[in-house]
C-alpha cells in the first residue's frame, strides 16, 4: 500500500475527513479489541542493514522537535534533510538554526497533510515524529509503508486499533519504529535496571512510577502548544493519557515482552478539582477560555494497576494539576531482596530492616553498578535535557542504526507502554473493572531476549560533535 489515498482509507482518517489533521474529535473512546494475532515476523531483537549516514526527516517543530533537532545535529553520521510543521513559521525558525551546516533540508508547511510529502521523500533513513500525540501512529506507519524508519515521541499511538497498527506495520516493512522513551536513560532508571539485571533486589515484585507534574501553567497557557491540544485532551479523555515516562523504565527492569508481559490493569480517577474551574475563572475574563469551561475535565489524579502474566504488579500514576514543587517519577523498584527509589531526591535503597543504606553504602552501590553507558556519557549527560536522556536516546539510535544493531525500545515496547492511553480509559469508563491488555508480541515475549545494552556490548562507536 504505497499510495496516499490507499492509506487514509485503509486508516479510515478519509471518511472521516481527519487526513493529516489527526483531528482530536476523531479520537474517541473504542471498545476493547482483543482478537487474536499472529506474529508476520519478530521485531524483538531485530538489526536492520546498518547505515553509514541516517538521513533525517522531522515532523512537528513546536516545543520538542526542535530538541530534537538541536540533539541529532550533534551526532556524528546524522544529516536533516527535511523538516515539517503545519506552521510555516515554526518551519523556518528550524530551518534557521541549520543555516551555515552540513544540513540542507527540504521544507515542507502550510498544510496538515504535507507531512505525507516528507514520508515519501526518497533519500530519508528516519522520520521523527513529534507531533500531538494522537497524530503520532498514522505519521509512523506512513513513514515504515515508505521505506524509512520510524522514531516517534511519547506516546507512540492514542487507541489499540493505532498500537497494533505500529506493531503490523514494523514486521511487515521490517522497519524499526521507537518511541523516544527518554527517560528510560535517566541515570537512577539505568542504575537500577542494571541492578535488577544483576540481581540486587531479589525477584523483582513491584514496580511504582508516574508522572506526577504541574502541567496548569502550560496547560493553561494560550501559546505553549499547538491549538491548545493538551488542554483539549484533558477536557475530553479519562485514564492515564500520559503513562510512558513512569512505565517505561519500570518495563525495562521486569523485562515486560522479554519473560514477562502485561496481562491486565484497573484504572481509577480522582474527580476534576481544578480545571473546570480553572478554564472558568479565565473564561469569565477572556472569551477566548469560554469553549474551555464548559469541558468535563480528567481527574486530578489517575492511578492505574498493572498486573504481569508472571504476578508481579506495577502502579503508574499520572497528576498534571497539583500545585506540587517537585515534579515525581517515584520510580520504587520493590524487590525479594532490596528496595530502591529515587523520589522524593535524592535516590534511595534498603537492604534490610535498618532503613535506607548510609550514603557512603549507597555510593558504592552506584559505583559497582553504573552502567557503561553512564560512565561513557555522563559528561554530555550533564549538558543535555532531562537529565541526560535526550542526547542517549537519540545517541543510541543514532549509533545502532549505523551499526546495524538491534534498538534499545523496540515496536513491542512503544505499543504495550502507549496502549495504557486507551486501556486506562476504558477501566475509568467501566467503573474500573479490570481490562485485559493484548499480547502485542503473539507470544513471543516467553523467549524473547532483554535487548537495552546500557553495558554497550555492541557499538558505542558514534561521536558526538561538541
Ligand atoms: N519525551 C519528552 O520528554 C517530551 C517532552 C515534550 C513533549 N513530548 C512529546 O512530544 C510531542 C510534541 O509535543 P510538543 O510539546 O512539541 O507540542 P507542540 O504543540 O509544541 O508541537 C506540536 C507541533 O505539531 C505541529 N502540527 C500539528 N499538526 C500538524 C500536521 N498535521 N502536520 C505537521 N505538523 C503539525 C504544530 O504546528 C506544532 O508545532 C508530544 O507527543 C509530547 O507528548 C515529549
Same mark, same amino acid.
Given at each position: ?29 473504542? +471498545? ?114 515508505? &521505506? ?72 493553561? &497557557? ?215 491488555? +493484548?499480547?502485542?508480541?503473539? &507470544? ?23
Amino acid at each position: 500500500m504505497k499510495n496516499r489515498r490507499d492509506f487514509l482509507k485503509a486508516t479510515g482518517l478519509l471518511s472521516l475527513g481527519l487526513a493529516g489533521s489527526g483531528a482530536l474529535e476523531g479520537y474517541a473512546a473504542e +471498545p476493547v479489541s482483543q482478537k487474536p494475532r499472529v506474529q508476520r515476523f519478530n521485531m524483538s531483537g531485530y538489526a536492520a542493514p546498518k547505515l553509514d549516514k541516517v538521513r533525517i526527516g522531522i515532523i512537528g517543530l513546536g516545543n520538542r522537535g526542535p530538541s530534537h533537532l538541536g540533539t541529532m545535529r550533534q551526532i556524528e553520521g546524522v544529516e536533516i534533510r527535511a523538516l515539517c510543521d503545519l506552521r510555516p513559521e515554526r518551519v523556518k525558525a528550524a530551518n534557521r538554526r541549520l543555516e551555515g551546516t552540513i544540513h540542507k533540508p527540504t521544507l515542507y508547511s502550510g498544510n496538515k497533510d504535507e507531512w505525507m510529502k516528507l514520508c515519501e521523500q526518497e533519500d530519508l533513513d528516519l522520520v521523527i515524529v513529534t507531533t500531538p500525540y494522537y497524530m503520532h501512529a498514522n505519521m509512523a506507519a506512513y513513514a515504515m509503508e515508505h &521505506g524509512k524508519h520510524a522514531a516517534s515521541e511519547v506516546p507512540a499511538a492514542a487507541t489499540l486499533e493505532e498500537c497494533w497498527k505500529l506493531v503490523e506495520t514494523a514486521e511487515r516493512t521490517r522497519k524499526h519504529c521507537m518511541m523516544l522513551e527518554n527517560y528510560a536513560y535517566n541515570f537512577f532508571q539505568m542504575l537500577t535496571l542494571n541492578m535488577a539485571r544483576r540481581g540486587f533486589f531479589g525477584e523483582v515484585v513491584h514496580g511504582d512510577c508516574a508522572y506526577n507534574t504541574s502541567k496548569m501553567g502550560n496547560n493553561f &497557557g494560550k501559546s505553549v502548544y499547538w491549538d491548545m491540544w493538551w488542554l483539549r485532551l484533558y477536557g475530553s479523555k479519562k485514564g492515564n493519557i500520559y503513562p510512558t515516562h513512569g512505565m517505561g523504565p519500570v518495563c525495562q527492569i521486569m523485562n515486560i515482552n522479554r519473560g514477562d508481559r502485561l496481562d491486565y490493569l484497573v484504572s481509577m480517577d480522582s474527580n476534576d478539582f481544578m480545571m473546570k474551574a480553572k478554564a472558568q475563572e479565565l473564561a469569565a475574563k477572556d472569551d477566548f477560555f469560554k469553549p474551555f469551561a464548559e469541558k468535563e475535565y480528567r481527574g486530578n489524579m489517575s492511578s492505574t494497576l498493572i498486573r504481569t502474566v508472571k504476578g508481579k504488579t506495577i502502579m503508574v500514576q499520572h497528576d498534571a494539576t497539583s500545585p506540587r514543587g517537585p515534579h515525581t517519577m517515584i520510580h520504587a523498584i520493590t524487590g525479594t531482596k532490596a528496595l530502591a527509589q529515587e523520589y522524593p531526591l535524592p535516590g534511595r535503597i534498603s537492604k534490610d530492616l535498618n532503613g535506607w543504606v548510609s550514603k557512603n553504602e549507597y555510593d558504592a552501590i552506584v559505583k559497582e553498578y553504573t552502567p557503561t553507558i553512564v560512565t561513557r556519557m555522563s559528561e554530555l549527560m550533564k549538558k543535555s535535557g532531562h537529565g541526560g536522556g535526550d542526547i542517549l536516546e537519540c545517541w543510541r539510535l543514532i549509533d545502532c542504526l549505523r551499526g546495524g544493531l538491534p534498538l534499545d525500545q523496540d515496536v513491542y515496547d512503544a505499543a504495550a507502554w502507549s496502549s495504557i492511553v486507551p486501556l486506562s480509559e476504558q477501566s475509568v469508563l467501566s467503573r474500573s473493572n479490570s481490562i485485559d491488555i +493484548p499480547d502485542f508480541t503473539a &507470544g513471543a515475549w516467553e523467549k524473547n531476549l532483554p535487548n537495552m545494552d546500557i553495558m554497550l556490548t555492541k557499538g558505542g562507536t558514534t561521536k558526538v560533535l561538541g
